[in-house]
T-cell receptor, first 114, second 112 residues
């Protein structure tokens, strides 16, 4: 299957700092990528749809100024958690869709805000 | 609004047993349905993708079926192994837009 790489896999930061997470499609071009958030023992919650060359589409209740998404190329989308607080601690997962419709996920990034 | 439900939430079986995981969805107007596996602290691994026009897909010991009219899908795992222990998630993609809606998952434990 297609490969989606996420970096970093884990990060610890102080409250008030910003953290950037990268999502790359390694062997295909992805015009659309998706960012999810997952709390322990819960399913994935879609945060936003990242569109190459245009603004991201955010789900209801997700602060776009808090979670900045940039999709500058066909193989890279970034999620920046700005002014992170402990309640932002979570597992963030990105995904990308291949032309056939199948969705492939990155390994996830665990963010811990102290 | 599409809702996806998975039953059971958790399942424990002895090694070698055949098992079925269930997934139901409320809106039958789907584009496709995808089954994933998630190991603790990891991302999702795609297992099977069923297009709306298909009835089933098979990969090795896994078989997924889709009954769109009744809003159901099952994932059949044959001859289960301890390495199959993980959380299994189903997700549906609607006809309108590309969003994938996930179920809560079934946490499977296969005992040696």
């Amino acid at each position: 299957g297609a490969v989606v790489s996420q970096h970093p896999s884990w990060v610890i930061c102080k409250s008030g700092t910003s953290v950037k997470i990268e999502c790359r499609s390694l062997d295909f071009q992805a015009t659309t990528m998706f960012w999810y958030r997952q709390f322990p023992k819960q399913s994935l919650m879609l945060m936003a749809t990242s569109n190459e060359g245009s603004k991201a589409t955010y789900e209801q209740g997700v602060e776009k100024d808090k979670f900045l998404i940039n999709h500058a190329s066909l193989t890279l989308s970034t999620l920046t958690v700005t002014s992170a607080h402990p309640e932002d601690s979570s597992f963030y997962i990105c995904s990308a869709r291949v032309p056939g419709g199948e969705l492939f996920f990155g390994e996830g990034s665990r963010l811990t805000v102290l | 609004k599409q809702e996806v439900t998975q039953i059971p939430a958790a399942l424990s079986v002895p090694e070698g047993e055949n098992l079925v995981l269930n997934c139901s969805f409320t809106d039958s107007a789907i584009y496709n349905l995808q089954w994933f596996r998630q190991d603790p602290g990891k991302g999702l691994t795609s297992l099977l993708l069923i297009q709306s026009s298909q009835r089933e897909q098979t990969s090795g010991r896994l078989n997924a079926s889709l009954d769109k009219s009744s809003g159901r899908s099952t994932l059949y795992i044959a001859a289960s192994q301890p390495g199959d222990s993980a959380t299994y998630l189903c997700a549906v993609r609607g006809n309108q837009g590309g969003k994938l809606i996930f179920g809560q998952g079934t946490e499977l434990s296969v005992k040696p």
